[in-house]
T-cell receptor, first 109, second 114 residues
Framework: QQPVQSPQAVILREGEDAVINCSSS?????VHWYRQKHGEAPVFLMI?????EQKGHDKISASFNEKKQQSSLYLTASQLSYSGTYFC??????????FGKGTRLHILP | GAVVSQHPSWVICKSGTSVKIECRSL??????MFWYRQFPKQSLMLMAT?????????EQGVEKDKFLINHASLTLSTLTVTSAHPEDSSFYIC??????????FGSGTRLTVV
């Protein structure tokens, strides 16, 4: 049931774009995206509920495919502050969320 | 925005002792809170669901007698690690659904058992 994230790690230069994927063999009820900096708690980025949905704010956006089996997080013109580990999560009932293994993003100046 | 206050931020304890971690929702009521454990460079693993006014539900493989959870009010949940051992050293994080669709996490507690 754990969603599968890829890639495991990404190194970019400031200003470059990144895409992080989250997939499942079964349709997901929802997809949550979080960013966690080292030693800190995860911070909520966004939630997608509907197949075909796309949303975003500033230069971070995400999509959820029609079959609700894949979501992608897009980071455009990355900034140093985007560094961290990104987790996707999905609800599995009773409001519980399980998370993917994470994607470590490192932005170089 | 919604805030979940978690204390302490870090704790070092001797093997065999118990440690209590508190999570409070500051500006919203949380009838349910979730407790996660995270080992270095790994994902967040759901340990248990804390339910106000009723027993907590534990995920498979989590010892309920070792990780005692109490949800005494609509804003407070506690996790007590009993008879802690070095292998219990980890980062413990609580979270609650904040009404905006997402989940707000506490700041985490780094437990080191020596």
């Amino acid at each position: 049931q754990q969603p599968v994230q890829s890639p495991q790690a990404v190194i970019l230069r400031e200003g470059e774009d990144a895409v992080i994927n989250c997939s499942s063999s079964k349709a997901l009820y929802s997809v949550h995206w979080y960013r966690q900096k080292h030693g800190e708690a995860p911070v909520f980025l966004m939630i997608l509920l509907k197949g075909g949905e796309q949303k975003g704010h500033d230069k971070i956006s995400a999509s959820f495919n029609e079959k609700k089996q894949q979501s992608s997080l897009y980071l455009t013109a990355s900034q140093l502050s985007y560094s961290g580990t990104y987790f996707c999560g999905t609800e599995i009932g009773d409001d519980k969320i399980i998370f993917g293994k994470g994607t470590r993003l490192h932005i170089l100046p | 925005g919604a805030v979940v206050s978690q204390h302490p931020s870090w704790v070092i304890c001797k093997s065999g002792t118990s440690v209590k971690i508190e999570c409070r929702s500051l500006d919203f009521q949380a009838t349910t809170m979730f407790w996660y454990r995270q080992f270095p460079k790994q994902s967040l693993m759901l340990m248990a669901t804390s339910n106000e006014g009723s027993k907590a539900t534990y995920e498979q493989g989590v010892e309920k007698d070792k990780f005692l959870i109490n949800h005494a009010s609509l804003t407070l949940s506690t996790l007590t690690v009993t008879s802690a051992h070095p292998e219990d050293s980890s980062f413990y994080i609580c979270s609650a659904r904040d009404g905006g669709g997402g989940y707000t996490f506490g700041s985490g507690t780094r437990l080191t058992v020596v």
